[in-house]
Nanobody, 126 residues
């Protein structure tokens, strides 16, 4: 079992930055691929970014809509994954969720993840 707790959301003006954190507890954190997803009102949950280890290499992936603005990273010693969000836009407004995937690489598909956090609200004003 893995428990995930997100933090760092809030209200920010367009062009501003936020850093989300996801603290994991339970089983060995480094064994899991991690992902960030978001869900805006009336919309489906969508992939934002993913990260996993391949030996000593960290592999990251991003949705096209956030590429170049968001950065995902992880600190295995702290059992934490981060999402640095820069140049925020009103369309980034959503509840952001952290997710853990037991096997393989990170994925853009939400149903491949085994554990989810409760979400943190990000609101970007124009």
């Amino acid at each position: 079992q893995v428990q995930l707790v997100e933090s760092g959301g809030g209200l920010v003006q367009a062009g501003g930055s936020l850093r989300l954190s996801c603290a994991a507890s339970g089983r060995t954190f480094s064994n899991y691929a991690m992902g960030w997803f978001r869900q805006a009102p009336g919309k489906e949950r969508e992939f934002v970014a993913g990260i996993n280890w391949r030996g000593t290499v960290t592999v990251t992936s991003y949705a096209d809509s956030v590429k170049g603005r968001f950065t995902i990273s992880r600190d295995n010693a702290k059992n934490t994954v981060y999402l640095q969000m820069n140049s925020l836009k009103p369309e980034d407004t959503a509840v952001y969720y952290c997710a853990a995937k037991s096997y393989g690489s990170s994925s853009i598909w939400a149903n491949e993840y085994n554990y989810w956090g409760q979400g943190t609200q990000v609101t970007v004003s124009a």
